[in-house]
Each structure stands twice: as structure tokens, then as C-alpha cells.
């Protein structure tokens, strides 16, 4: 049973270009979180997808930023015009079910550099 | 609002010693769950143990044990006989029912264990 799958591990872009980071959770799960760890800091929490469904974009920047979770496919994080301040490792992390009943599995992550 | 504290920024301890990570949380909710993850200096995390509000057992595991008290609101993490290859970013996270999609990580402490 894979666990949670990220590509690419290592993006690099310049500045005002378009990034996308892909996520594809464990078989069977359908929650997906997305969780931005800036360098020496901690997880922060972005976003809360569920199949075709966001459910908690509270800790998404208001501009730039948009993700989706379609019925088929990976979940997509997507920076339009990436900045400097970007620069960070982007993780996800599935469960099969709301995070109180279960662990989340974490990815290991895609790791982005803005030039 | 959740919060979680990790006030030791950096431990260093020499091989063999035993070595304490703090983590203090701040939660409204009755029911939660505490987690700890490791990251070593690849990047991925590795999910350690999750702890729910209900269960105030201490758990121990190999070298590892959890110290889990709601009275002063703390779940700190103890590595017995400390190993080199115990030398990572240690990070206390904290899940609310009101929150079910997202956990709040601490800002990690990392440990420096030295031969």
C-alpha cells in the first residue's frame, strides 16, 4: 500500500512564474491538507479538501494561492506568480476520514525555491 | 484558538544521556488530540504517537515515552539513552473536534544528539 505520493520532491521557479504541486493520498482516503513549513518554522496549516470539496481554506494567503481536489486525479496546489517568500516545503497529508478519528499520513513533501 | 508551545528551540545532549522535549498546548475544546512527529534531516515527517484527551496513560515505546498531563496542559516526549541517529526537528502538534481539518504544529525543537 504506497503511502502518500508528492511531485515533483523539488521545484524550482523564478519569480512571477506558475508553480504546481501535486498530491496523491494513500488508496482509500479522501481528506487531503495541505501544510506550508517556511524555513526554521513549523507546519502551518493552508487548506482542507475533500473529494471535489474545499472544506477549510482558513489558512490560504488570500491571493496567488488556489488548490483543488477533482474526483480523479491528485490533489493540486497551485502558486500563480511565485515570490521569494514562497520559497518553502510544501507538505500533504490524507486519511480516510476527518483528522479526530484518524492520524494523518504526511507526504514527504515538495520542496520549492523561487529565484 | 489552538496553540501549541515548544519552548526549547535547541537541545544538544551527548550520546547515551536522556533528553526531554517540552510541549505545552492551549485549547477550548474537551476533546482533542496531540500528535509528535520527527524530522530528520531528510525532510520527510515521521509520525511518532497520537494521544487523545480521554487517554492520560503514559505510553512508552522502545526508547521513547510520552508524559501526557491536562492539568498543566502539557505532553512532553523523552528519549532514553539518546542515539545519534535520534538527532532531528522534533515537532508537538494539536487537533480540536472544532477544527477537525487542520492541526497546529509547535515550531519544533531540534535536537543534536553527539557522539
Known amino acids: 500500500n504506497a503511502g502518500v505520493m508528492q511531485n515533483p520532491r523539488h521545484l524550482v521557479r523564478r519569480r512571477g512564474q506558475e508553480a504546481r504541486l501535486r498530491c496523491s493520498p494513500m488508496k482509500g482516503h479522501s481528506h487531503v491538507y495541505w501544510y506550508r513549513q517556511l524555513p526554521e518554522e513549523g507546519l502551518k496549516f493552508m487548506v482542507y479538501?475533500?473529494?471535489?470539496?474545499?472544506?477549510?481554506e482558513s489558512g490560504m494567503p488570500k491571493e496567488r494561492f488556489s488548490a483543488e481536489f477533482p474526483k480523479e486525479g491528485p490533489s493540486i496546489l497551485r502558486i500563480q506568480q511565485v515570490v521569494r517568500g514562497d520559497s518553502a516545503a510544501y507538505f500533504c497529508a490524507s486519511s480516510p476520514a476527518p483528522l479526530l478519528y484518524n492520524e494523518q499520513f504526511f507526504g514527504p513533501g515538495t520542496r520549492l525555491t523561487v529565484l | 484558538a489552538q496553540k501549541v508551545t515548544q519552548a526549547q528551540t535547541e537541545i544538544s545532549v551527548v550520546e547515551k544521556e536522556d533528553v526531554t522535549l517540552d510541549c505545552v498546548y492551549e485549547?477550548?475544546?474537551?476533546?482533542?488530540?496531540l500528535f509528535w512527529y520527527k524530522q530528520p534531516p531528510s525532510g520527510e515527517l515521521v509520525f511518532l504517537i497520537r494521544r487523545n484527551s480521554f487517554d492520560e496513560q503514559n505510553e512508552i515505546s522502545g526508547r521513547y515515552s510520552w508524559n501526557f498531563q491536562k492539568s498543566t496542559s502539557s505532553f512532553n516526549f523523552t528519549i532514553t539513552a539518546s542515539q545519534v541517529v535520534d538527532s532531528a526537528v522534533y515537532f508537538c502538534?494539536?487537533?480540536?473536534?472544532?477544527?477537525?481539518?487542520?492541526?497546529?504544529f509547535g515550531d519544533g525543537t531540534t535536537l543534536t544528539v553527539k557522539p
Open positions: 485549547t477550548r475544546d474537551t476533546t482533542y488530540y
Open positions: 479538501l475533500q473529494k471535489e470539496n474545499i472544506i477549510d
Open positions: 502538534a494539536l487537533s480540536e473536534v472544532t477544527n477537525a481539518g487542520k492541526s497546529t
